[in-house]
């Protein structure tokens, strides 16, 4: 079948009425055990799933999915907005596209106030955390894609500790011991932090003041540029810097040659979240991959189950991380 399988090649398939699918695919009463199993794998068979826009016609609901990013200029989140939008596409629910660039607007999109026409709402957070509901609930599913874990909502939970540690014990095995942490407003409480400062550690590093900088903005260019030139006007010794993500190590990269310093020769760099501009930077750059295709499918299923009618405690999983190792961190020679 090179289609997508409808609800009546189920139907077909089982030997009983769309009506009949439908009312087990909604997990309806009246339906005897045998035809519930009888339909089911026939389902299983076709590869059907259910068209939630569908369903939602005949519940009230619009079958619409809001996805709040808080940027589409940061190429992580351009990125994850469009895996989300395709992924759910997938399931058969359209999505709108919202721009939450701070965080009252995240939380008026998670609470419902800018998002009245979506029946839930997938956010990739930039500052909101669920504290800020104050004990709020959402009147809709919400599902949380990246940022710390809660309890209070569903959440994928990227392995940022395990992958900055992971980074940094790369950087350590090339050669490299004087690394410099370029960082650009996120806490440093944060896994990205905490993971470098730990693998340092185990090799019995105390992280040097002096090798911390930090750029004006969190997810733009120019941040890690403006960082990195005012630790090189310092004349601090280095030869490796950990970005905390990919957009400042692309500006730090262009800082380094800008000065004189050569990468990797000079100062290996690494960066964050391996979007596609990291594989076609030049030098390609060393960074972490956070698995966004299993983040993407994790959300999907939590929030399809919530539509489903799960009304069950919030869920978090965590998704692991990979060294994606390119040119930038090249061994010491």
Not at 79 to 100: C, F, H, N, V, Y
Not at 232 to 243: K, M, P
Not at 249 to 265: H, Y
């Amino acid at each position: 079948m090179n289609r997508r399988p409808t609800l009546e090649d189920v139907a077909r398939m089982a030997g009983v009425s769309a009506k009949t699918v439908s009312n087990v695919m909604l997990d309806r009463p009246n339906v005897s055990e045998s035809t519930r199993a009888a339909v089911r794998a026939a389902a299983a068979t076709a590869g059907y799933r259910p068209n939630h826009a569908g369903r939602g016609l005949a519940s009230g609901r619009t079958g619409r999915i809001a996805v709040v990013v808080p940027n589409l200029f940061q190429p992580y989140f351009a990125e994850m907005a469009e895996r989300l939008i395709l992924a759910l596409e997938d399931e058969g629910l359209t999505t709108t596209l919202r721009i939450a660039g701070d965080v009252h607007a995240e939380l008026a999109a998670v609470i419902g106030s800018t998002t009245r026409d979506a029946d839930a709402v997938m956010i990739c957070p930039a500052h909101f955390r669920a504290a800020a509901l104050g004990g709020r609930a959402p009147d809709r599913p919400v599902v949380q894609v990246g940022g710390p874990a809660t309890s209070s909502l569903d959440c994928v939970v990227m392995g940022e500790y395990e992958g900055a540690a992971a980074v940094t014990r790369h950087l350590l095995d090339t050669g490299r011991r004087r690394l410099a942490i370029i960082w650009n407003g996120l806490s440093t409480e944060s896994g990205r932090y905490t993971g470098v400062v730990d693998a340092l550690a185990e090799r019995g590093i105390e992280p040097d003041p002096a090798l911390f900088a930090v750029g004006s903005d969190w997810d733009r260019r120019e941040s890690g540029y403006e960082a990195m030139v005012g630790l090189l006007r310092t004349g601090v010794e280095f030869d490796a810097a950990v970005c905390a993500n990919d957009a400042t190590a692309i500006g730090v990269v262009r800082a380094l040659r800008f000065l004189g310093r050569r990468v990797p020769e000079d100062v290996a760099v690494t960066g964050f979240d391996n979007t596609d501009e990291s594989e076609f930077a030049s030098p390609p750059l060393t960074s972490v991959s956070p698995e966004p295709e299993a983040m993407v499918s994790a959300a999907v299923r939590m929030l399809v189950e919530r539509l489903d009618g799960y009304d069950g405690p919030a869920r978090s999983v965590r998704t692991g991380a990979e060294v994606m190792i390119r040119r930038s961190s090249d061994p010491v020679s």
